[in-house]
């Protein structure tokens, strides 16, 4: 038998992307518990299944870049840097959260990190980041912004709007579609006029592709070759990482519109099931490690939780604070 191809990624890169990809997933899922035990109510959209995405993309950025997102955020701005137990909290309305119990699932922010948002509005975070790009492209810096959004952001006309004036103005942004197949319950391609959205860009006449969202290995690389060309000449980009959501739209959906057959063919291909085996493959972890590393997780995840229970509330007076620039 012909011996496994040795990856080209050092074992310990292979393990970081592991491990990262196991807490977001158990993160999230503590996120659900969490909501369905009444511990916070509103909005709240998982990023279940849509792990290889977050880090393969962020292991090809730099700490100096910006990030922007929509509403499924909660991993990528973890990923971003931004403290975990500070995003339970933000999510709990709790006063240690990520911008102190103001915005909540939809809404995580930090500007140390230069983690942009969470925008609840479907693509209301295209021209931020086309402005942002903007603003790199006048400082003179070699940065990006990298501008997620979803499928179904992708027919919305700001969407359209910043995408010309990006082209335009060659503007340094890398917005990454996360085709999920699914705007809330409609499949995409009911209401779409292209079979890939990548193909969008062919209107501005701007540089796309393509890439597998549920390899973590593919979705780095691919974003790498991007983000050193986007450095050297900086242009915008348009990327479409086609991926898949195991859970509802939100966590008050039930996703009846999918069938099980569906859903178990793409969980046959979860991203973190996938690496499990190159790690094995490879004789870098064995399964004991790997369930030693799952139970450390769920550890840490539960001593998360606890610290957002504990943490206080905003006190009423602070209703009043970042309601006016100083």
Request: glycine letters at 8%.
């Amino acid at each position: 038998m012909a011996a496994e191809p040795k990856s080209k990624y050092e074992p310990a890169f292979l393990i970081s992307a592991y491990q990262d990809m196991l807490f977001y997933r158990r993160f999230e899922e503590r996120v659900n518990q969490a909501y369905q035990k009444g511990k916070f109510a509103g909005f709240c959209h998982l990023h279940i299944g849509q792990e290889a995405v977050c880090v393969g993309v962020q292991k090809a950025l730099r700490p100096t870049d910006y990030v922007i997102s929509g509403y499924r955020s909660h991993t990528q701005a973890i990923a971003k840097g931004i403290d975990p137990k500070a995003v339970l909290a933000e999510l709990f309305g709790k006063k240690a959260g990520a911008v102190g119990g103001k915005g909540g699932s939809m809404h995580m922010f930090s500007k140390e990190h230069r983690f942009l948002g969470g925008h609840g509005i479907v693509g209301g975070q295209c021209p931020i980041a086309a402005g942002v790009a903007f603003a790199i492209k006048y400082d003179e810096k070699d940065d990006i912004i990298v501008c997620y959004l979803g499928d179904g952001a992708t027919n919305q006309g700001q969407f359209f709007e910043a995408m010309n004036m990006a082209a335009t103005w060659n503007l340094p942004v890398l917005y990454i579609i996360e085709n999920n197949q699914y705007g809330m319950g409609t499949d995409y391609h009911r209401v779409t006029s292209v079979d890939r959205l990548s193909k969008r860009a062919l209107a501005f006449d701007m540089d796309h592709s393509e890439v597998d969202g549920m390899e973590v290995l593919k979705v780095h690389e691919h974003v790498s070759g991007i983000v050193a060309k986007m450095r050297k000449k900086p242009r915008p980009y348009l990327l479409e990482v086609l991926t898949y959501r195991y859970r509802g739209h939100s966590v008050s959906d039930p996703a009846a519109y999918r069938t099980k057959e569906e859903v178990a063919k793409f969980q046959q291909r979860d991203p973190i099931l996938q690496l499990a085996e190159i790690l094995k493959k490879q004789k870098i972890a064995t399964e004991d490690e790997l369930k030693a590393w799952d139970k450390a997780v769920k550890e840490r995840t539960a001593a998360i939780e606890d610290f957002a229970d504990a943490a206080p509330k905003p006190e009423v007076s602070d209703l009043w604070l970042h309601v006016l620039a100083d």
